[in-house]
């Protein structure tokens, strides 16, 4: 008896600490592989790269800037007004309410990975790449992956300004179709 | 001892009022600006704000928001339903016309890293 609650001791124990080590090593960011030439890369290029990450970080506040106006007033000054309009007219513009509540959760979801892209890359800009090319590749290589997120970000608003536009056209189809009806 | 050490601060407190107050004051004001700092900095305003010197340049190139053009209120008829068409369509096509933060700019190749 005693000799069972050994083996299930040492089971459990092997099975949680497999399930620890998994853990720890998909936490872990893996590093990506660096050849020698590619860090003499990074050294000798350094003045360039840095120069090239100031202007892109730059260009890429303005751009922000404007695609977030360009996204709230879409929401407010268009969608928003017309879901308004629908409703005082007590017709059903469900559809368009949706869409338009998911546009606004997809516009959070932009906004904060801008944030998360924007603070890897502030980080980037602090790391010396001549003495550290390997950690500067690390975060370099951070940067371009939730730089990809944000881009993903707004291709998906992009859809649901597509959903909006489809979504309105079948409520044009459909109230125009009634208005016929009526007046004949 | 601690009411004697209380007793000595508040004599303390009464006799120099007028500067107890100021530097009060003071130190008020820079806490509140500091939570504001952090608010500034938390809510991600700090890196939306374009009026940061390096961004100089660029605020000339920030584009205004454009007036209202549908009201909220109104009557739904054909041709309101048309003119709303023509000014999704225009704004529509206004957001997919850049792939924004598309692109390879941070690859190896557009920094220059030779592999």
Redesign the interface.
Known sequence: MTHRWTVFGILMVAALSTLLMLRVASAETTPPELSQQKIQSIRSHCGSIRSTLNQLHTTDALLRVNRGQMYTSLSTNVMAKMNSRLALNRLDGSELVRVTTEYEEHYSVFRERYERYNDRMEELKKIDCTQNPEQFYVALTDARTLRTEVNEATKQLNRDIDAYHGAFSDFRTDFLSEQKAKND | MINSVLASIKQFLLRHQLGVMLTGSILFAVLLVYIALLAYDRS?AS??D?SHP??DG?RS???T??P?????????T?EF?NE??K???E??K???EI????GN????E??????
Do not use: W
């Open positions: 991600g890196s939306l374009l390096d961004y660029l190139q920030i584009t928001e454009k209202d053009e549908i009201s909220s209120t109104g009557l739904i054909e339903l709303f068409d000014i999704f369509s704004r529509a206004e957001a997919k792939d924004a933060f598309g700019v941070l690859s190896d557009a920094l220059g890293i030779t592999q």
